[in-house]
């Protein structure tokens, strides 16, 4: 059986399966470290649902998988649901991450990909917790495009009333891409804003590049989404990120099913360009 490293050191375009974010209410670790459970009372289960998910997507794996396919535990910024903070502060969020990468590692997962690295401080807390593990660690960035439509800026979200100063994308990469990883890339961003961002990581990052963009806009109250990037146009897109900036690990987030997934396995190539 060939590895994962073995896969991206032979140029090989590797698939995240499903619509990662669609799908995070039937089993995901997205928002399950400590600081984020207890703030809807469920901090005492810390263990077991991050245990749970693990076994979940195990189980899914072993029932339809006919090919390789390796289980990736989800680590990311995602602040406590009572407050307004873009990302988790506090003095126990770093001691709060690393009992979640171990808690998954323990559960069986073969990689961590560390998810909406979007401010310095809490993405190095992120990505040391996930290396500390010694799994191989993906980077996911999220950005956007600043109000001058030319610069790219960290991502923020929309409906926070106070919105921090403008973070630089680019010193955030700087600095986070000298800690280490396996492969870097974009996530949890606007198709649009996906390839501005890729040019400005690939600045600082010279190692296998990943891509898994928004496609949908989430429609309230219920965890649907509305479809602004069809499938086939979808895949259009990635080709270019692909042959323009050798991005080798794909997929898609928000607003992406199965569909997606699917045209994107038919119409990728399976390697990068030579």
Excluded at 160 to 188: C, R
Aim: glycine share 8%; net charge negative; with cysteine.
């Amino acid at each position: 059986m060939s590895t994962l490293s073995d896969r991206l050191e032979n140029k090989e375009i590797i698939f995240l399966d499903g619509g990662v974010s669609t799908e995070i209410q039937p089993a995901n670790t997205f928002s399950t470290a400590r600081h984020v459970l207890e703030s809807i009372d469920l901090g005492d289960q810390v263990r077991s649902i991050n245990e749970e998910a693990v076994q979940l997507a195990r189980v899914a794996r072993d029932n339809v998988a006919d090919d390789e396919v390796w289980i990736a535990g989800s680590i990311s910024s995602m602040a406590p649901f009572n407050n307004e903070e873009e990302v988790a502060v506090g003095e126990s969020v770093e001691s709060n991450y690393r009992e979640m990468a171990e808690i998954l590692a323990e559960s069986g997962v073969d990689l961590f990909i560390v998810e909406m690295m979007r401010e310095t401080v809490n993405s190095i807390l992120i990505i040391k917790a996930a290396l500390s593990t010694g799994l191989p660690v993906w980077i996911g960035y999220s950005a956007m495009m600043a109000d001058d439509g030319k610069s790219v800026i960290n991502w923020r979200w929309k409906n926070v009333k106070s919105k921090p100063p403008t973070g630089d994308f680019e010193e955030l990469v700087k600095v986070t891409a000298k800690l280490g990883g396996d492969a870097a890339g974009i996530m949890h961003s606007q198709v649009r804003d996906t390839e501005p961002a890729l040019e400005v990581m690939s600045r600082h990052w010279s190692g296998p590049k990943l891509a898994y963009a928004e496609t949908g806009a989430l429609e309230k109250p219920k965890w649907n989404f509305k479809e602004i990037c069809t499938p086939e146009k979808y895949s259009e897109v990635v080709k270019g990120w692909i042959s323009r900036h050798g991005v080798q690990i794909v997929g898609g987030c928000c607003g992406t099913g199965p569909e997606h997934i699917r045209i994107l396995k038919e119409q990728l190539p399976k390697h990068l360009p030579s």
